[in-house]
């Protein structure tokens, strides 16, 4: 190793979707600059166009995979799984994003730059190898969603929703930080495979319970990513504030990177204390699905019911996490596939019907609105029973898979809690389709105009990709599977 | 290849392009693409088939996998033998004949595109029905067909009673559901899996049970599903209810294809019921049961459509009986030659109803023998066929069920010849008051277009000659020919039967007028019994529906008023209201209070990590 | 028992540390319980010092006294002080802050039992961290990507800082 530090070909490649997204992001900065305030609508194709060609290196990376830059990355099949899952989630938010800032009267390329950024964050969350690196990419992640949550500036819930998501982020990131502080000082090292050989080897001396509060540490910051219970409670208020494209994003992208970072760390680097993990991981992601979806009942906003429901199906992965096992693993990565497109799908519908500057994201003001738009409203009503988890859907197979693998691991306790607040949700969900196809249309409905083509496109994209993984998930489950075992 | 997936995937993109576009299409193309896409399916079953006779086997296709989890490991696959040829056959040229009648019937309807929508979507969960190989994919096609059904019997939804039927045959469906449901995951703990084949020559080797045993659970789950979808005692309640569809619909699905659907599964799984003779006589006799108690309901009905939704009741029953005695082709025989001429019943009623402007009480009919006289001679054909006169099909394939269950208990026999004979009373009955005598309405009677009696001319035909298919003989190498040689007494007395009651329903509404009236009356108590369909409605509303009612009123009554969610909510959900105000008070709004909750939720996680090592 | 002079330094830090922390939390004034904080941390990097760390000492004054606190201190111009110094130091939910911090000395004291009797290994990968030239080799050979990447998130910072400043020109 320490003959050459310069990076071959290969390692350039295994880095090559992060690098796009940085290039592309700075060009797209630039590029406002001298497009003048007329052509900055235009920027949108040129971040689906960076979005995409990041699909095509991650495609290229992942057939040829391996660590990089000194084992700070691990481009393997795994990452390459998240790296998909958080493109495809900063594609549908981009093509949400461009009506959506035209009509706020917001178009600017540093938007797509920090989306961008945000994502590049993300892929490289899904395939660090080292803490540092965990870390980093946590920042970068963070800081970018941090601002694009207040990007509205004039609007006051866009700012409290920033300033609440920032200060209780960085709280969170710094337990995260003590807790790699400690696994340092335990280990002496950062590499996760490192971390691993001298946690299992009995003569290191590694206290199992200093490593077991690290651990902990850790999982706080994570924990904190995904809105799991007791560290959601800044979801519901951020969801909320946050321009609608941004909560879309932010429910699917952030958290299945946080996911994917949560499953590397703990099933690499900690086997070695995996009792007292699946206990707190079982009490975690009980009381992550109780308080998601009963507090949803409850609520009349549906950007709210919306966070509420995207805390409670972190709790659903959880219960994939808590089950430690290869077909745990793969059912979290399935299940976070079909969530990014159910979930965008169902706030791209909220971004398009709220209108401007979001004046209807009350329940009561979708009345009537399968009269009106009987297509938005089918789709709409598709995600939703995605969402519920009703066959031939991805959220079926995505819940199917999460408590087969539960109860294959003997959790029974808590696949039937879970089953049964399942059931709980399926009302809140239940209850939108029954106001859209039910109520009589009220004057919510006089303004309401045909969706724009981004949308449109995000709602078809997402409505496929639902149906598609309802219908053959094989397809997605198989390639899940092959690469849980990599992170074993 | 023979690419078995077109089959049901032609109707399937038709539903595509009349449920999405058809709004902004015109009628015609909305026609073509209904009607085209299931002519298509239709052809291309003939093209497979071409193909693949003689089909002595199972013929499967697996085009991926669906579900492969653990132990459980579930392909696509599609299968044909000749089991599902016939049904294949019946589903989709009887199919594309009601598609074809349903373009006249529905000309002058509201919601043109949406109906063919559902229709052709219907098709495909038919076919794919018919065509699964394992019994999940079999699940999806049947909830398949269900959900179909429920929207086109509320498809006037402006109708209160046809949203009230569609949530009845909804409501009532799900208990059948729930039973087959609950088969499937027997089948899954005793087999190990789901594939036809697989189950079946598992089940092979296995003894034949005795006594009860977990094959006797199995298929006796599977009979409350078939029960609840082929509405035979106790859940045949909804589909009465269901004829507030419209008439195509009624013909399609609720008399030819999807009400036989629960037959076809039994038939299928044969080789289960083979291994549990108990659950047998529990099939033999729910038959039974259900054959008399609506032939002797249907006696009554003055609703011709009604009268004629007993009539696929009662003949429902039939086929349970054949199953039930083990001849399994005769009640398949009896699926085809039923499908003919009760689709030609139903269609004919409809001709009739279209003819009187919605007019469906038998006593504003009469004399409408010369004011329509396609639709009449037509009828007529389904008439003769249905009274089991030879050598019609009726005859042929009723024998075939009668024969079998004399030679499995004469008493059988006897009270399905006593059927036969209310059989033949009530269609008769139904046909005097229809098209003999006077005229006693107000309408003024007009023939129907051609592309509505076309399909009823060639259903005549088949209906006249269907018998002459031999479906026994063909589904031979699926199920083994019923044993007893064709007894001429007892196919005499059945015919006699059939004839007897032709007679008297003659002598009653000819001949002597008013006598029938005069018999009811003097008849009093029995009589308003049965013309009450013997109060299993009111029964089933004193004895579940009211105690569920006065037991959980928060829950049903606003389950049914404010549309199932907010009722429910309200109701059984309000602990989980209680519970979700609690959650939302965490939700101050203040940031330091967050913070503190981090770092409480921060001290129990590390306790909970360090003290259970 | 006798008490060396490492151990009487190591308890004034201590003590000191703890005072200072009491007291940020209970001033009135944010801007003196900032000054506490100061001294906070200033007293655990004399602990770090004590325990031989003074890579992680300097580190300490450098970016949490100085860089940390400094921001604290901006966030505080942005607050109305008067108001601020009115209003009831503590919120109604004191108690449950007071069983959390508690519950943290506790876990800490819980774990120092175990952990410091079976002192931890030295960290074996740590080669002289306080000589700056293997601190600079290891950040630009094996560490490069980290260290370059972090770019981004100053990068990533910066835009933000530029969005959330700008007035919006048009509307």
Redesign the interface.
Known sequence: METS?LPTAAEYLR?LP?TIL?VSG?IL?ILEGLAG?RNRKNLSPLAIAAILAAMAATVAAAGNPGP???N??LADGFGAFFRMVVLSAGLLAVLCSSSYLTRE??DSG?YY??LL??M??QC?LSTAN?L??VF?GL??SS??T??LA??L??DARNNES???YF??GS??TA?LLYGVAWI???T??TNLEEIRRTLLNPE???????T??A???M??GF??KISA???Q??A??VYQGAPAPVSAFMSAGPKAAAFAVMLRVYLTAFPS?G???Q??IW??ALGTM??GN??????SNLKRILAYSSIAHAGYVLVAVTAYSD?GTAAAMFYLAAYAFMNIGAFAVVSHFSRTGEKYVELNDLAGLAQKQP?TAALFSLFLFSLIGV??TGGF?GK??IF??AI?SGLIGLTVLGLLSSA?AA??Y??II?VMY?HEPGDTMDTITSPAPGIQIALWTSALATLLLGV????V??YATTSAVLVR | MHHLWLIPALPLAGFLVNGLFGRRLPKAIINAVAVGSVLLSFLWVLQVLNGLMPLETLYVERYATWIASGSLDIPYELAIDRLSAVMLLVVTGVGLLIHIYATGYMSHEDGYYRFFAYLNLFMFFMLTLVLANNYLLLFVGWEGVGLCSYLLIGFYYLKNSATTAGNKAFIVNRIGDFGFALAIFLIFIQFGTLDFPAVFSAAQPLPAESTAGILTAICLLLMVGAAGKSAQVPLYVWLPDAMEGPTPVSALIHAATMVTAGVYMVARSSALYLKAPLAMDVVALIGLLTAVLAATIGMTQFDIKKVFAYSTVSQLGYMFLALGVGAFSAGIFHVVTHAFFKALLFLGAGSVIHALEGEQDLRHMGGLRKKIPITFLTLACAWVAIAGVPPFSGFHSKDEILLAAHHHAPWMYWIGVVTAGITAFYVSRAMFLCFFGKYRGHHHPHESPVSMWGPLAVLALLSLGGGYTHIPQFLAPVFPLAEGAHDFTLVAISVAAGLTGIGLAWFLYIAKPGLADSIASNLGGLYKLVYNKYFVDELYFATIINPAIAGSRTVLWKFLDAGLIDGTVNGAGHMAQWVGAKCRRLQSGNIRTYATWVVLGAVLLIFTIGGVR | MAISAGQIVFYYLAAAGIASAILAVTRRNPVHSVLWVLSLFLHVAGLFLLAGAEFLAAVQIIVYAGAILVVYVFFLMLVDLPKEEAGPRFGAHWPLCLMVGLGFAAIALWVRVPGLQTAAPAPAAAPNTGSVESFGSALFKQFVLPFEILSLVLLAAIVGAVVVGRRRTEA
């Open positions: 530090f880095l992060e940085i700075t900065m305030p990089a830059f000194n700070m990355i009267k917001a540093e730059a920090l950024y945000s590049t964050g490289l080292e540092i690196m980093i920042e970068i800081i970018a941090y601002i207040g990007y500036r004039d920033a300033l609440k200060l209780l709280f969170a337990f340092y000082g335990i002496g090292s290191s001396g590694a206290s199992p319970l200093l077991g509060v651990a902990a540490l999982f706080i924990a904190f219970v007791p560290f409670v800044w519901p208020d204390i009792d007292g993990w206990t707190m009490l975690t109780i308080v009963f507090a949803a009942l409850t609520q077909t297509t066959p031939l197979f199917f898979y087969k693998a294959d709980v009302f809140y239940l209850r029954v039910f053959f998930p094989s397809f489950l198989d």
